[in-house]
């Protein structure tokens, strides 16, 4: 089989990890380290005229305080609770309207679920390009280059190569000339999704970034007025000066210090008792827009009351089911047609969909089955094994005992008849 025109080898798999002897459009790039800095305001406006330049445009600064903003735990849960709502669906293959049994298998994979996460953060990105692996028994599976790197199933291309505008990668982020994934020798194995903009993030970045140097702030402000700050008097010199210097720098937890009897120590305590509200004020309102932008409110996570609460999540809902269709519609429209290209078996007119059958816990189909058995019907055997994973056993019939004193009730009732 060939990749990109390269030839693959087609050794036993190790681990369900192929050999692969030459390199796929994932290795083009060349490697470099990711440096972290501080990122402020006047980096993200520069990163911004970077990644709009007209003639030479790189989004490296750009993806660079994309992912550092990523790593906050309100933005990281917002965003992960949108995914889920459309990844938590179940979905089936059909064939004519009727579900494909084997062609659902073929998608109840690992791999699948990373692909539908990657193509979801083409919406935070603005755009995503993946490559896939080799083939195994009819699924995606990791391989190996001939550098010995280990590449999954699903491989994103490093976004700070790619230049959607036109549609290549790049050795550099800031070449302006690359591989054409356009052509039919790449694109054989990779899927593009999205566009040139740069995504849901551009919004959330100055946010985040405001709320990066308000912690930041807070953090300093807590470190000199957070605690009581130790005052010391001396009148030694020297080293005993020094001694002492160091006795009151190390007050603290179960500190001791040996003073002269002149010296003298205080703790002075802060008079600004509430100054930290206005860090974390200002960091509650950059969480609540955070949260518009990726869900439309706030109320979700941040208020609990039954009303609004469920005004709300049905407002979130609607981001969920949207970014449903987004999927259902690249999975028909890309996956499922090269999948075809490269040779899997099993999805000719096969369409994705997902399954929208109401879906009931065993509390409420118990409820449910009880409620029927009550209106004299029975239940089917098989039915409730299934269902309950509970083996039932036909029970012998009951034999029913005379009560002791029957006959002579019997023999009252009929002298009652006669005699009254």
Same mark, same amino acid.
């Given at each position: 089989?060939?990749?990109?025109?390269?030839?693959?080898?087609?050794?036993?798999?190790?681990?369900?990890?192929?050999?692969?002897?030459?390199?796929k459009?994932?290795?083009?790039?060349?490697?470099?380290?990711?440096?972290?800095?501080?990122?402020?305001?006047?980096?993200?406006?520069?990163?911004?005229?970077?990644?709009?330049?007209v003639?030479?445009?790189?989004?490296?600064?750009?993806?660079?305080?994309?992912?550092?903003?990523?790593?906050?735990?309100?933005?990281?849960?917002?965003?992960e609770t949108?995914?889920l709502?459309?990844?938590?669906?179940?979905?089936?293959?059909?064939?004519?309207?009727?579900?494909?049994?084997?062609?659902?298998?073929?998608?109840?994979?690992?791999?699948?679920?990373?692909?539908?996460r990657?193509?979801?953060?083409?919406?935070?990105?603005?755009?995503?390009?993946?490559?896939?692996?080799?083939?195994?028994?009819?699924?995606?599976v990791?391989?190996?280059?001939?550098?010995?790197?280990?590449?999954?199933?699903?491989?994103?291309?490093?976004?700070?190569?790619?230049?959607?505008?036109?549609?290549?990668?790049t050795?550099?982020?800031?070449?302006?000339?690359?591989?054409?994934?356009?052509?039919?020798e790449?694109?054989?194995?990779?899927?593009?999704?999205?566009?040139?903009?740069?995504?849901?993030?551009?919004? +959330? /970045?100055?946010?985040? !970034?405001?709320?990066?140097? #308000?912690?930041? %702030?807070?953090?300093?402000?807590?470190?000199?007025? @957070?605690?009581?700050?130790?005052?010391?008097?001396?009148p030694?010199?020297?080293q005993?000066?020094?001694?002492?210097?160091k006795?009151?720098?190390?007050?603290?937890a179960?500190?001791?210090?040996?003073?002269?009897?002149d010296?003298?120590?205080?703790?002075?305590?802060?008079?600004?008792?509430?100054?930290?509200?206005?860090?974390?004020?200002?960091?509650?309102?950059i969480?609540?827009? +955070? /949260?518009?932008?990726? !869900?439309?409110?706030?109320? #979700?996570?941040n %208020?609990t009351?039954?009303?609004?609460g469920?005004v @709300?999540?049905?407002?979130?809902?609607?981001?969920?089911?949207?970014?449903?269709?987004?999927?259902?519609?690249?999975?028909?429209?890309?996956?499922?047609?090269?999948?075809?290209?490269?040779?899997?078996?099993?999805?000719?007119?096969?369409?994705?969909?997902?399954?929208?059958?109401?879906?009931?816990?065993l509390?409420?189909?118990?409820?449910?089955?009880?409620?029927i058995s009550?209106?004299?019907?029975?239940?089917?055997?098989?039915y409730?094994?299934?269902?309950?994973?509970?083996?039932?056993?036909?029970q012998?019939?009951?034999?029913?005992?005379?009560?002791?004193?029957?006959?002579?009730?019997?023999?009252?009732?009929?002298?009652?008849?006669?005699?009254?």
């Open positions: 089989m060939k990749v990109f025109g390269f030839n693959i080898t087609k050794d036993e798999p190790i681990n369900q990890i192929q050999e692969v002897v030459d390199k459009i994932v290795d083009y790039p060349l490697l470099q380290q990711k440096l972290r800095t501080r990122e402020d305001i006047r980096k993200w406006e520069n990163a911004i005229d970077l990644a709009e330049n003639v030479s445009y790189n989004r490296e600064d750009m993806h660079r305080i994309y992912n550092r903003v990523l790593d906050d735990p309100m933005l990281h849960s917002q965003w949108r995914k709502k459309s990844l938590d669906k179940e979905f089936r293959l059909t064939v004519n309207g009727e579900e494909n049994e084997e062609a659902t298998e073929i998608f109840e994979a690992g791999w699948f679920m990373e692909y539908m990657l193509m979801l953060d083409a919406k935070l990105f603005g755009f995503t390009l993946v490559e896939f692996g080799a083939i195994e028994d009819n699924k995606f990791k391989w190996r280059t001939d550098d010995g790197l280990i590449r999954d199933a699903v491989q994103l291309i490093d976004r700070d190569h790619v230049k959607p505008a036109l549609g290549i990668v050795e550099q982020p800031g070449d302006s000339t690359g591989l054409d994934i356009t052509e039919d790449y694109n054989e194995w990779l899927i593009f999704e999205g566009g040139a903009d740069y995504g849901l993030m551009k919004k +959330i /970045a100055r946010y985040m !970034l405001f709320k990066e140097n #308000v912690l930041g %702030n807070w953090s300093e402000w807590a470190e000199v007025f @957070g605690m009581d700050m130790r005052v010391g008097k001396t030694s010199q020297g005993d000066r020094k001694d002492f210097v006795a009151l720098r190390d007050l603290g179960n500190g001791s210090g040996v003073f002269d009897e010296d003298t120590v205080e703790f002075v305590g802060v008079n600004r008792q509430d100054a930290y509200k206005v860090y974390l004020e200002f960091s509650a309102y969480d609540e827009q +955070i /949260a518009k932008l990726i !869900l439309g409110q706030d109320v #979700v996570s %208020n009351g039954q009303v609004v469920t @709300g999540e049905n407002i979130s809902n609607l981001y969920g089911d949207t970014d449903a269709k987004f999927i259902q519609r690249n999975v028909n429209d890309k996956l499922i047609p090269l999948m075809i290209d490269l040779g899997f078996t099993g999805l000719d007119n096969a369409v994705f969909e997902w399954d929208t059958t109401e879906q009931l816990n509390n409420e189909k118990s409820e449910i089955d009880l409620r009550q209106m004299g019907f029975n239940l089917d055997q098989e409730i094994e299934d269902t309950y994973g509970t083996k039932l056993n036909e012998e019939p009951v034999k029913l005992i005379p009560e002791p004193f029957q006959p002579i009730k019997n023999i009252k009732a009929e002298l009652d008849k006669l005699y009254g």
